[in-house]
C-alpha cells in the first residue's frame, strides 16, 4: 500500500505563496499586453511603411499601373553571373579596307511634310544669268514653318440707301445687322472659341492668354475676358441642358466625380472643395460634367432621379442605396479593383503579383476582343468561354486568402474590397455592351486634373457650373472627333438664331438624333 506524504505549511507560508502567485499573473498580464501592444505597433509600421512607398511613387515613381511579370529566365542587372576569364590568347589578323567617298555616305531620313498643310513658294532665280538660258526643271526644298496666330478686325460694312426725293418720305434703306453671340458686344465667335478651347482643351488660364495678346500688340483685361466668357456660357447653356437631357436618357452611364477648388466668401483666404460628378455614355460617346458642392449622395440622387438602366461606378459609398425612381443595376470597375493589388506590391508582392497576373488575363481577352473587332454578342460568347472561369480561379483564390492576411494592410484591403464588390465586378460577363472598367471615363476627367495644375481654382460656385458646361461639350467633341475650335467657332455663330427646338443638331456628335 503506497504511503502519502503530506506537506503542512504555515498560514504566513500560504499567503506568501499567493502573493507571488498573484504577482506572476501580473507579470504574465504585463508581458501579454506588451505582446499586444507590438503586433499592434508591427502593424502600424507596415502600414506606414505602405503609405511612405506610395508618397514615394507619387513624388518620384512611374505613374503607369500596368503590371508585368518577371521572367525568371532573364538575368537582372545587378545579379549578373561572375564572368569566366578565359585565357589570353593572341592572333593576327590582316584585311584591306576601302575608303568610303562622299557619294557612299547614308543620306539622313528627311521628314516628310503632310501633303494637306498650304505650301508659300519662295522662288530664288540664279544671278548673272547669261541669255538664252532655258528652264529645265526646279529643284524643290520643303521647310516647315510657322506663324502666330493672326488676330484681325472684321468690319462688317453696311452700305445706307435714300429712298425717294421727297424730304418728307425719305427713307433710309440698310441691311439687318446679322446676329452676333454677344449682342452689343465686339468679339467674334472665332475670338471666343479661340479662348475657351485654349483654357480648357490646351489648359491656359486667361492671365497667360492676356500676356500673350500684348506681345501681339492687343491690350484686352482680364475682366473684359471673362466677361465674354460669362456671355459665351450664357448663350451655351441651352445647348448643355440638351447634351444633359440625352446623355439621362441612356441605359448604360458610367460615372465618375473629382474634386476642383473653388473661392467663396464663407472661406476668405481658403479655398472650398467641390466636386464635378461626370456621368459618361460609353455607347452615344457623350460626356457630361455636373458640378456640386458636396460629395454627398445627393448629387448623383438629383442628376438620375429619373435613370433607370446600367450604372456603373467604383466602391464609393455614395452611389450605394441611391434613391431614384427607376430601376439601376450596378456595375463595379476592375480598374479600381486592380489598382488595390497594384499599391500592396511593397506588402504582399507574392499575393500581389498573383492577383494582377490573373486579372491581365482578363484584359489580354479584352484586348483580343478589340483587336478582332467583335461584335456585342461575340464579345459576350468570348467572355463566357474564356474570362468566366479566369474570373471563377480568381474568386477561389481570393476566398482562400482573405483568412490569411491582416485585415487592415494594403493586401488585405485590396482582397476585401474585390470580394465585397465582386457581384458586380462580374456583370459585365452578361452583355457584350458593358465595359469591364471605368477608364473611359477616368481619361475624360484627365483634362480636369491638367488644369487644376494651371488655374488653380474656380472663382466661384457659378464659375464652377460654367468649367462643367464646358468641359462636357469639348470631352464630347473629343470621345466623337470632332475639331474643338472650329465646332464651338461655328456653334456660338449660329446659335442665336437657331432653333430650340432642334438644339440636339449642333451637338458635337456624328449622328444626332
Not at 506537506?7 to 498580464?29: F, G, P, V, W, Y
Not at 490646351?202 to 465674354?228: A, C
Not at 473653388?262 to 459618361?280: F, Q
Request: hydrophobic content about 40%; some cysteine; glycine content about 6%.
Amino acid at each position: 500500500m503506497a504511503s502519502t506524504e503530506t506537506i503542512t505549511i504555515s498560514k504566513a507560508a500560504h499567503q506568501a505563496l499567493l502573493a507571488e502567485l498573484n504577482m506572476l499573473r501580473q507579470e504574465l498580464a504585463r508581458h501579454k499586453d506588451m505582446v499586444s501592444e507590438y503586433d499592434a505597433m508591427v502593424v502600424e509600421l507596415k502600414l506606414l511603411k505602405h503609405e511612405l512607398a506610395q508618397l514615394k511613387r507619387m513624388l518620384f515613381g512611374a505613374k503607369s499601373e500596368r503590371f508585368v511579370a518577371a521572367n525568371p529566365n532573364q538575368l537582372t542587372l545587378f545579379e549578373l553571373p561572375e564572368p569566366q576569364k578565359p585565357e589570353p590568347q593572341t592572333q593576327q589578323i590582316n584585311y584591306t579596307r576601302t575608303k568610303a567617298g562622299q557619294k557612299d555616305k547614308q543620306q539622313p531620313l528627311r521628314l516628310e511634310l503632310p501633303a494637306h498643310l498650304p505650301r508659300k513658294q519662295q522662288v530664288i532665280e540664279p544671278q548673272n544669268l547669261p541669255e538664252g538660258a532655258r528652264l529645265i526643271g526646279n529643284a524643290i526644298t520643303e521647310v516647315l514653318e510657322y506663324e502666330p496666330g493672326s488676330i484681325y478686325v472684321r468690319q462688317i460694312v453696311r452700305p445706307k440707301y435714300v429712298l425717294g426725293q421727297n424730304q418728307e418720305q425719305t427713307q433710309i434703306a440698310i441691311a439687318e445687322l446679322p446676329s452676333l453671340p454677344i449682342e452689343k458686344g465686339n468679339a467674334g465667335a472665332s475670338m471666343l472659341a479661340h479662348l475657351i478651347v485654349s483654357k480648357y482643351a490646351d489648359h491656359l488660364p486667361f492671365y497667360r492668354q492676356v500676356q500673350m495678346f500684348k506681345r501681339q500688340k492687343l491690350q484686352l483685361s482680364e475682366s473684359t475676358i471673362n466677361g465674354w466668357f460669362s456671355a459665351s456660357c450664357q448663350l451655351l447653356e441651352p445647348l448643355y441642358h440638351s447634351l444633359v437631357a440625352k446623355v439621362q436618357s441612356s441605359g448604360y452611364l458610367q460615372a465618375d466625380e473629382t474634386p476642383i477648388a473653388v473661392l467663396t466668401k464663407d472661406k476668405p483666404g481658403s479655398t472650398h472643395k467641390g466636386y464635378l460628378w461626370v456621368y459618361h455614355d460609353p455607347m452615344e460617346r457623350l460626356v457630361v460634367f455636373d458640378y456640386q458642392a458636396g460629395r454627398g449622395r445627393e448629387g448623383p440622387e438629383k442628376f438620375l432621379k429619373d435613370f433607370s438602366g446600367v450604372l456603373q461606378t467604383d466602391g464609393y459609398a455614395a452611389y450605394n442605396g441611391l434613391r431614384l425612381k427607376g430601376h439601376i443595376l450596378q456595375l463595379a470597375c476592375m480598374a479600381h479593383a486592380r489598382r488595390n493589388f497594384e499599391k500592396a506590391l511593397d506588402n504582399d508582392s507574392q499575393r500581389a503579383e498573383t492577383a494582377l497576373l490573373l486579372i491581365g488575363k482578363l484584359y489580354q481577352i479584352e484586348r483580343m476582343a478589340k483587336e478582332n473587332h467583335l461584335n456585342h454578342d461575340e464579345i459576350k460568347i468570348l467572355r463566357q468561354q474564356q474570362a468566366q472561369p479566369v474570373l471563377e480561379q480568381l474568386h477561389r483564390w481570393l476566398s482562400e486568402q482573405h483568412a490569411c492576411v491582416l485585415p487592415k494592410s494594403a493586401i488585405g484591403q485590396a482582397i476585401t474590397y474585390m470580394l465585397t464588390l465582386w457581384p458586380r465586378l462580374i456583370r459585365y460577363l452578361d452583355d457584350g455592351r458593358y465595359q469591364m472598367d471605368n477608364n473611359l471615363i477616368e481619361n475624360t476627367i484627365r483634362p480636369v486634373a491638367l488644369g487644376r495644375k494651371n488655374y488653380l481654382f474656380a472663382g466661384s460656385h457659378e464659375g464652377a457650373k460654367r468649367a462643367a458646361m464646358i468641359y462636357s461639350l469639348l470631352a464630347t467633341c473629343k470621345l466623337n472627333e470632332v475639331e474643338p475650335f472650329g465646332w464651338l467657332s461655328h456653334t456660338l455663330e449660329v446659335l442665336p438664331d437657331h432653333p430650340a427646338n432642334q438644339l440636339y443638331k449642333l451637338l458635337p456628335i456624328k449622328n444626332p438624333k
